[in-house]
T-cell receptor
Framework: ETGVTQSPTHLIKTRGQQVTLRCSSQ?????VSWYQQALGQGPQFIFQ???????GRGNFPPRFSGLQFPNYSSELNVNALELDDSALYLC?????????????FGPGTRLTVL | RKEVEQDPGPFNVPEGATVAFNCTYS??????FFWYRQDCRKEPKLLMS???SGNEDGRFTAQLNRASQYISLLIRDSKLSDSATYLC????????????FGSGTRLQVQP
């Protein structure tokens, strides 16, 4: 069974730039959720994708957007980067058919905005 | 008020000790409950799902009190390898079932 993978592992960008982060879900999972984790905090929900549609969104501005592909992999795009966007970005895969909604995380992408 | 509240710690305990973490959540309609473990600069890993009747997995016991909106995790016979941040997590009641995390409790087990 293949686990959740993310790329790249690290990224450095400057304010105002755009970034795309990628995630491959665990085999058998059809749902991908994205989270942002700032230093010293728990992860915060950004949005979730199910069947290639956004299936719910947290309290993040529209410059955070995403996609899900037919193979259930996903992208997170962030436009007009701000210094506060520096964080660990985590992707989690799950199956909405699961009773308890257990989500399994990839290793994350550490984004630094200068 | 935060949706999920945890004591940030750190909890410094000797090897072999028993340690308990507590967590409260604000949304009474929350459906699922979990403890995740996160090592420094790594991703959160699912430690246990928390069932209504409480559940045990080896040295770890989780309890849920829906009336008080309270979740606990007990670790018996602590090992050095238990040193990590423990995240209390609840799943929202809506269809998307997004996870809401507490800020985590740091545990340091000392020799």
């Amino acid at each position: 069974e293949t686990g959740v993978t993310q790329s790249p592992t690290h990224l450095i960008k400057t304010r105002g730039q755009q970034v795309t982060l990628r995630c491959s879900s665990q085999s058998g999972h059809n749902t991908v959720s994205w989270y942002q984790q700032a230093l010293g905090q728990g992860p915060q929900f950004i949005f979730q994708y199910y069947r290639e549609e956004e299936n719910g969104r947290g309290n993040f501005p529209p410059r955070f957007s995403g996609l899900q592909f037919p193979n259930y992999s996903s992208e997170l795009n962030v436009n007009a980067l701000e210094l506060d966007d520096s964080a660990l970005y985590l992707c989690a895969s799950s199956s909405l058919a699961g009773q308890y909604n257990e989500q399994f995380f990839g290793p994350g992408t550490r984004l630094t905005v200068l | 008020r935060k949706e999920v509240e945890q004591d940030p710690g750190p909890f410094n305990v000797p090897e072999g000790a028993t340690v308990a973490f507590n967590c409260t959540y604000s949304n009474s309609a929350s459906q699922s409950f979990f403890w995740y473990r996160q090592d420094c600069r790594k991703e959160p890993k699912l430690l246990m799902s928390v069932y209504s009747s409480g559940n045990e997995d080896g040295r770890f016991t989780a309890q849920l009190n829906r009336a008080s909106q309270y979740i606990s995790l007990l670790i018996r016979d602590s090992k050095l390898s238990d040193s990590a941040t423990y995240l209390c997590v609840v799943s929202s009641p809506t269809g998307r079932r997004a996870l809401t995390f507490g800020s985590g409790t740091r545990l340091q087990v000392q020799p």
